[in-house]
């Protein structure tokens, strides 16, 4: 069976709808864990510990966009940029910790 143009669109609707509404079924949970990656790092302010959260937090502004949660993926972002700067020596907490919540907030 052929397919016609308007069908393969509908159909692509359809799956990115599901795929969307996974990604919203896991994205409390995926938050959390940046919590914890974000709250370790800031105890143990080690590269290692840094590099994770940075990576979990390059992650989800990367799918959160994908998936149609702009606000959410742009807090992500500015939480990547904030802590590449903790990083590098700077003071950026309080930025780290603002942006993590903009992402809950707007995850709700």
């Not at 919203?24 to 790092?41: F, I, K, P, Y």
């Not at 937090?57 to 966009?65: D, E, I, P, Q, Y």
Request: hydrophobic share 40%; with cysteine; charged share 25%.
């Amino acid at each position: 069976m052929i397919m016609t143009s308007t069908e393969s669109r509908e159909r692509a609707r359809t799956k990115l709808g599901e795929l969307r509404q996974s990604f919203a079924e896991r994205l409390q949970s995926r938050l959390r864990q940046l919590d914890g990656l974000v709250t370790h790092a800031k105890a143990d302010p080690t590269q290692g510990a840094l590099t994770e959260a940075i990576n979990a937090a390059h992650r989800l502004a990367g799918t959160a966009g994908s998936y149609g949660f702009m606000e959410v993926g742009e807090a992500a972002g500015c939480l990547e940029r904030s802590l590449q700067r903790i990083a590098g020596g700077e003071e950026e907490w309080e930025a780290a910790s603002a942006a993590l919540a903009r992402a809950h907030r707007s995850a709700s």
